[in-house]
């Protein structure tokens, strides 16, 4: 573990060797799918090498990689299945709608719920400034004025409020960028 934390390729490939296998199988089980067990595997490895300076932590790397496959094919088919559910949805509402009036129709509550979620666990300061700026349409400088703040603290508020955002609807499998774009049309 010592050497691969140090970069040593030639560890890192008999350490790979020594699990790739058992990950592999149940990845496989787990997912049914050959192709998605490769992709699953491969970006475990990837990662695993690339975060190697903290691998001398591991005390069993059998039940890590174990767990790490676990939650790598659970956050596939949370993934999967968000995806799905909102393709099918866009489906939907493109048969029953115009084209001017499909970008209106095309976050459902549910989406919009996740939406608000992520906004509701942001820290008060930056639901504040997220609120000012995006619902009430104020500018870096009005929101300055009004909370006493510089301008460059509200933009840099500003800036992680919505880092803050994408990152939880990422999590949730959602495409934040797409989904606060929606989102800030619709409030027009």
Sequence with gaps: ?????????????????????????????????????????????????????????????????????????????????????????????????????????????EARELLQEAIRQLSPQRKLVFTLSREQGLTHEQIARRLNLSTQTVKKTMSHALQSIREFLHKRGMEGAALLYFYMESKK
Aim: aromatic share 12%; net charge neutral; charged share 30%.
């Design 1 to 109: 573990m010592r050497r691969i934390a140090e970069g040593d390729e030639q560890s890192f490939t008999a350490l790979y060797h020594r699990y790739s296998n058992k990950v592999y199988t149940y990845l496989l089980r787990m997912t049914r799918s050959h192709e998605i067990a490769e992709e699953l595997l491969y970006d475990i490895f990837t990662k695993l090498w690339t975060g190697r300076e903290l691998i001398t932590e591991i005390q069993n790397m059998d039940s890590f990689l174990s767990k790490v496959a676990y939650n790598k094919a659970i956050s596939f088919f949370r993934y999967t299945a968000s995806q799905r559910k909102m393709q099918q949805y866009v489906a939907r509402q493109m048969e029953h709608a115009t084209v001017d009036d499909a970008a209106d129709k095309l976050l459902d509550s």
